[in-house]
């Protein structure tokens, strides 16, 4: 977490909370379906299915961790994918109650990432316009 010279607002926060909360509900959707006893064999097939959905989650979740704005880019890019891929769940009667929750967090992680990358951009715009006006005062003048 990289912190400028002001404290880190709430609502980045609560916004970072949440785009951790939604990607590790997905993890779990994709999850625990696999556990249930007539499900996809986990080997060989259903670890590969495991793998393909949740690795772009979780290559994301190091970068999320340490509060880097790139992270929350792709990862507002990736909630578009789970939410097409929720809708496509959704079809499917015996899967109905899975498409729901996909989709509600897929949405959950493309407004709470947007909302950390919208509310750390002003935030650092704000510590930048600090830094540059503050700058201002330290050179020393010259003489024409």
Request: charged share 10%; with cysteine; proline share 7%.
């Amino acid at each position: 977490m990289s912190r400028g010279t002001s404290p880190i607002p709430t609502a980045e926060r609560v916004a970072h909370f949440l785009t951790l909360f939604c990607i590790g509900s997905l993890l779990a959707v994709y999850g625990l379906p696999r556990l249930a006893p007539d499900a996809i064999p986990f080997w060989p097939g259903g670890l590969a299915l495991l793998l393909l959905q949740t690795a772009p989650l979780l290559v994301c979740v190091p970068a999320a961790l340490r509060w880097q704005r790139t992270a929350f880019g792709v990862l507002s890019l990736l909630a578009l994918i789970y939410f097409a891929l929720g809708m496509w769940t959704l079809m499917d009667p015996a899967q109905q109650w899975a498409g729901i929750a996909e989709v509600g967090f897929a949405l959950g992680l493309f407004f709470a990432s947007a909302t950390f990358l919208r509310v750390q951009g002003r935030r650092l715009a704000q510590e930048a316009s600090v830094t540059v006006s503050g700058r201002g005062h330290d050179l020393p003048e010259q003489d024409s």
